[in-house]
C-alpha cells in the first residue's frame, strides 16, 4: 500500500508542476481539464489530497469569467463531478468564495442537481 501511496504523491506532484506551467503559459481552460484528470480519491495522505486541492484552485482562479462557461462546456459528467467535490470543498474558503460560487453557479446550471448530490453523498472525498 504504500508504493500506491508514492504512486498517487507523484502523480500529483507531477500534475501540479504540469498545471503551474499551463497557468503560466495562459492555458487555463487546458490547465482546469488537467488539474481535474485522476484525483487522489484513494490517497491516505491529507497533505496530497490539499496538495491537489491547492492546484485545481491555482486552475480555477487563473480563468475569467468566459473561460469558465468554455471550461464547464467542455467537461464531461465524470470531470463536472469531480469539479463540484472540489467546489464544495472551497465553499469554506473567504478569501475565495466569489470565485468559487462563480464557478458553483455555472456549473450547477449545467450539470444540475444530479451533479450536486452525487458531489455531496460519495463517500471518495478529494
Known sequence: ???ADARI???VRSRT?????LVAQRKNEDAVRAALADPPLLARSDAV???NAQSVLTALLACNKGEMQRVIDSLST???????KYLARFLGLAA???VVLDWYQKLASKAGAGCIMR????????
Not at 508542476?17 to 506551467?21: G, I, S, Y
Not at 458531489?119 to 478529494?126: C, G, M, P, W, Y
Open 1 to 3: 500500500m504504500a508504493d
Open 49 to 51: 489530497k490539499d496538495e
Open 96 to 98: 475565495q468564495s466569489a
Open 119 to 126: 458531489a455531496f453523498t460519495d463517500r471518495k472525498l478529494v
Open 9 to 11: 504523491a507523484a502523480d
Open 17 to 21: 508542476a504540469h498545471v503551474k506551467t
Open 78 to 84: 465524470d470531470q463536472e463531478d469531480v469539479l463540484m
